[in-house]
């Protein structure tokens, strides 16, 4: 399966809102729906926050639960990946929805980071904040995964939140595959530019897997890149709202298609649901 490329969909994402793109989906209901035009698209794994109707985030449970069994209704194969990141709420909040629901993989940010959106028009911050990520609650956060069977997505947002997978392997809390996302133009963590991807890519451990998360309309630069060196990638209005063209996508399935033309048109065919799960040594679900 050296050809196969593995499509990941971000759905919704925390911070987006209708007023910047009236696509984004709230409810569990719709945030299922766009995960079924997302997979009939081409994707295999769904990368899903949670909202309240109002579009806030949303952190608990139940939410996550009915998120979870809309997803599985329209999708019953498809990989599931959770979110656990979160500022001011407890470790514990953070992931209690994964021990609770045991989804396929969970997405846990490798270290701590500024983070904010900044605006060059108006010359201000917006979301202005510490993502903290302590040694000690990463080895708390594996330690729940690997006790529930879930696969840790390493999310790295700079050089060294590769490396630092490298303590918790030896740990014996991370085993191969290891799964990388390489998260790319965020304020405050590594610029999105081909350069970085490629010293990324040559920074991961033997038996890792890795995917770029190009944010902004350099996605699909990125995901090119990506797919040329033999990465995966992931698309989706968490990330990037328009097509390579330029218009604004209506919906995470058309950011899928153009995902799949990039793709093909660079000689790798999307991995299915069930190629994806054997790569990743990822069981069917129940």
Known sequence: MADKVVITAALTGVLATREQCPYIPYTPEEIAEEGRRAVEAGAAILHIHARQDTGAPAFDVETYRRIHEEVRKRCPDVIINFSTGAVGITREERIHHITALKPDMAALN????????????????YHDFVFQNSFRDIQYFLEKMVEVGTLPEMEAFDCGHIHNAV???????????????????????????????????????????WQVIGIGRKQWALAAVALTLGGHIRVGLEDNFYLPEGE???????????????????????????????????PSPS
Request: aromatic share 8%.
């Open 167 to 209: 303590l918790f392997i030896d740990m014996g809390l991370l085993k191969p595959p290891y799964v990388f996302s390489f998260v790319m133009g965020v304020v405050g963590g590594i610029p999105a530019t081909t350069e970085n991807l490629l010293h990324q890519a040559r920074s991961v451990p033997p038996g890792s897997h």
């Open 110 to 125: 490798m270290g701590s980071m500024n983070y904010a959106i900044y605006s060059p028009k108006t010359k201000r911050f």
């Open 248 to 282: 604004m996508a209506k919906s995470n399935g058309e950011l899928v298609e153009a995902a799949v033309r990039l793709a093909r048109t660079l000689g790798r065919e999307p991995a299915t649901i069930a190629e994806a799960r054997t790569l990743l040594g990822l």
